[in-house]
């Protein structure tokens, strides 16, 4: 593969290779000297149109991990901001020979059209309300590292499913394993996911009865044009998760986030603090995963 964009575009066996490299490189992230000479001389740009802590960090700290040459486009300070249209920036930068563009773009379908105008392998950072293909994979990832397969696993995804593109790849991804996915929040925030295998809940409550992972989303309000809820606190009182709900779920059950976290709007800090939640876990997960991800669509390409 040159690309990874979707999810849709990869199928469980090669689901299973990138996250059976990840555990590898999840190893070496353990050693003393963290870095693997895989990919010395190849470069790689990541051109981040929106704002990103977690993804952007993850994505540059795996690409030096694997000796990548890393180049950071800053769009608030590029030529973006005097009118040059996004097919010329990609031109102008794949001009020095880049081997990967990593891209995140608050259009959804801007990964799609630059692989279809480059010779470089790009990586889906994250487009619109799209699809975020890597943070998918580290979920699935950070599950497995705590659940013994993604099989028949009750999994609940909380929140605003319809402007999420993480939880988008995670329905995407997790369809590849008969998991039970649970879509659970007010009606307004969860569109019906045609052709998928999953539940629809409107109560947090019934949502997340018995369930083995407990996925918050944020509220995208950015993404917003019109009221899909009353206010803040009603949304919290009706679909934050508190310690008291998150008892309705297996004893055992983990609580994720994909981050940024609004602390007291999905979650409580008693819940993100808890030994349940695994958020951090998933942040040290996406290093390698994304090590994995770049390292095998480079192979890819030299074959
Ligand atoms: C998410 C994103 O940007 O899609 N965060 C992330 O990449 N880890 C989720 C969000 O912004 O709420």
Sequence with gaps: MKDLVSIKDINREQIEL???????????????????????GKTVVNLFFEPSTRTKT??????????????????????????ETLLDTVRTIESYGVDYIVIRHSSSGVPHFISKNTHASVVNAGDGTNEHPTQALLD??????????????KIAIVGDVCHSRVAKSNIYLFSNFASEVRLVGPPTLVPEFKGY????FNK?????????????????????TKGFFPSTLEYASLWGLNSARLKLAKKDAIVMHPGPMNRGVEITSEVADSDQSIILEQVTNGLAVRMAV??????DNEQ
């Design 140 to 153: 699935a990832f950070s599950i497995l590292d705590k659940k013994e397969t993604l099989e028949g696993l």
């Design 18 to 40: 990138i996250l059976s490299t990840a555990a590898s490189f999840k190893v070496v992230l353990q050693r003393d000297i963290k870095k693997v000479p895989a990919l010395r």
């Design 204 to 224: 947090i409550e019934d949502g997340i009865q018995g369930a083995d992972v407990v996925m918050m989303l944020r509220i995208q309000s950015e993404r917003m």
């Design 197 to 200: 295998n999953v539940q629809y």
């Design 58 to 83: 993850s994505f540059e700290l795996a690409e030096k991990r694997l000796s990548t040459d890393v180049l950071n486009f800053s769009v608030p300070t590029s030529s973006v901001v005097k009118g």
């Design 294 to 299: 770049i390292y095998l669509l480079g192979r």
